[in-house]
C-alpha cells in the first residue's frame, strides 16, 4: 500500500509541479483543486477551504508564508481540544476512500498541528520544501 503524501511548503518552491507529477502516479488531489490564471496549483480546495477555517477558528490573521508565530502555532495546536473536529474527520475519511492522496496547501505547515492530531501519520510521508527567499 502506498503512503500518503504531505507536502509542507511556504509557496514558490516548485510544488505545484512536483505535486502534479505525484497525481500523475496515482495519488489524489481532490475532487477540485485550486486553478490560477496559467496553472494547476493541485491543492485540494476542500483542504485550503479547511485549513483556512482553522487560520479562522484560531483567530490568526497574520501572514503565513513570511511571519513564523509561536503563539498562533500554539493556539492552532489547542484548537484540536476546542473545536467540533467531525467535519476535519470526515474530510481525512474521505480523502482515505480515495487514497492514496497528497495533499498540498501552503498554509499546511502550520496547520499540521491541528491535522496530526485527526490524521494517522503512521500512514503519511512528508516532503518539505523551502526556498532561498533571495532568489525572488
Known amino acids: 500500500m502506498k503512503p500518503n503524501v504531505i507536502i509542507l511548503t511556504s509557496g ?3 510544488s505545484s509541479v512536483l505535486t502534479g507529477l505525484i497525481s500523475q502516479a496515482g495519488y489524489w488531489t ?8 496559467d496553472y494547476d496549483t493541485f491543492e485540494n480546495a476542500e483542504l485550503v477551504d479547511l485549513n483556512l477555517r482553522i487560520f479562522k477558528e484560531a483567530n490568526y490573521k497574520g501572514n503565513y ?6 503563539e498562533a502555532l500554539a493556539r492552532i495546536n489547542s484548537l ?3 473545536v467540533d473536529s467531525s467535519v476535519y474527520s470526515a474530510f481525512v475519511e474521505k ?3 480515495h487514497g492514496p492522496w497528497v495533499w498540498k496547501d501552503p498554509r499546511l505547515w502550520m496547520t499540521i498541528h491541528f491535522w496530526k492530531d485527526i490524521l494517522n501519520l503512521n500512514e503519511c ?3 518539505v520544501l523551502t526556498r532561498n527567499f533571495r532568489q525572488l
Request: aromatic share 8%.
Open 12 to 14: 514558490l518552491t516548485g
Open 30 to 37: 481532490g475532487d477540485k483543486t485550486i486553478k490560477k490564471k
Open 65 to 70: 508564508l513570511t511571519n513564523f508565530s509561536p
Open 80 to 82: 484540536a481540544k476546542t
Open 95 to 97: 480523502c482515505n476512500q
Open 125 to 127: 510521508k512528508f516532503l
